[in-house]
Structure formats: structure tokens, C-alpha cells
């Protein structure tokens, strides 16, 4: 089940998103700060966490917002599943619902950042199968030798 993240969900889904073994530590100070935001007030600006539960246990989540000045775009910022629940559709469940209720809001297009490095390969090869472009790549961007990977799909025709 996919519903609202609330904020007893937070000590779940950081030790989630480290057991990913793809985020840095600083990474997961950031998302600590982003659910804090996130449950404090800027949910009030359109921004939406949801987690994947399943018997009781949380397995994913992601995060999302509109893009600020711009027409109807929006970002991903965050997803994430479980180690032990990847590659069993959970995140294809979860992404379909962030695009889903992103084209009931009327949004355009969404963007994904992700990074260059090896242990990123799957996330790059997530987002291809689920029908976003490469858009981007902006060289030494979070730092030398790891650069940022930008993926788009149009969601509005």
C-alpha cells in the first residue's frame, strides 16, 4: 500500500535509504532534514513523501515536488527500496504513483538527478526501462570523477 508518509515513518526510512547501500552519509543527514522540513511546512508548498507499506512493514518511499519558476515541472528527489525488496517491482509501483498523481496535478514533465558512479548503474538503467530520456550530464558535478545524470519524461501530452 502507498500512502502518506507521516512522521513516525522518518526512523524507518533513513536506516532504509542507508540499508540501499547507495547514499552517502551526508545523504542521509539531508534526508533527515528534507522529512523534517517535510512534516514541518513545506508540504504547504506542494511538496509530497509517500511510503510503500507492506504487511505492516515499510519497504519505499519517495519524495516530490514542483520545480520553483518554472511551468508545471517537477522533481523526484528521493526514492528508495528496501535492499531486500528491490527488483520486485516495489520501486516501478512507486514511481507509476509519483507520475500518476503528478498528471492529476496537471504537472508537465518530471526530472530525476542521479549520479555517474558504477554502484548507480541499476538506478540509471531504472529510469531508462521506465521510459525517461537521458537529458543531462553535467561533468565533476558532485565531484571529480562523479557526474550528475539528469533523466526527463513528459508526463503531460
Excluded: C, N
Aim: aromatic residues 10%.
Amino acid at each position: 500500500m502507498i500512502r502518506p508518509t507521516i512522521p513516525e515513518d522518518t526512523p524507518k526510512l533513513l536506516p532504509l535509504a542507508q540499508g540501499t547501500g547507495v547514499f552517502k552519509e551526508h545523504e542521509i543527514e539531508a534526508l533527515q532534514e528534507v522529512l523534517d522540513d517535510y512534516h514541518g511546512a513545506v508540504k504547504d508548498l506542494g511538496h509530497h513523501a509517500v511510503t510503500f507499506e507492506k504487511d505492516g512493514q515499510v519497504i519505499g518511499f519517495a519524495y516530490y515536488a514542483p520545480a520553483a519558476m518554472t511551468d508545471r515541472t517537477w522533481d523526484l528527489y528521493w526514492i528508495a527500496v528496501s535492499k531486500q525488496t528491490q527488483a520486485r517491482g516495489v520501486g516501478s509501483q512507486l514511481l507509476h504513483h509519483v507520475e500518476e498523481h503528478i498528471r492529476r496535478l496537471r504537472g508537465r514533465v518530471l526530472f530525476i538527478d542521479t549520479s555517474s558512479l558504477p554502484h548507480y548503474q541499476l538506478t540509471r538503467k531504472f529510469y531508462l526501462k521506465h521510459g525517461y530520456e537521458q537529458a543531462a550530464v553535467l561533468k565533476d558535478f558532485y565531484t571529480d570523477g562523479d557526474d550528475k545524470v539528469v533523466f526527463r519524461k513528459r508526463l503531460a501530452t
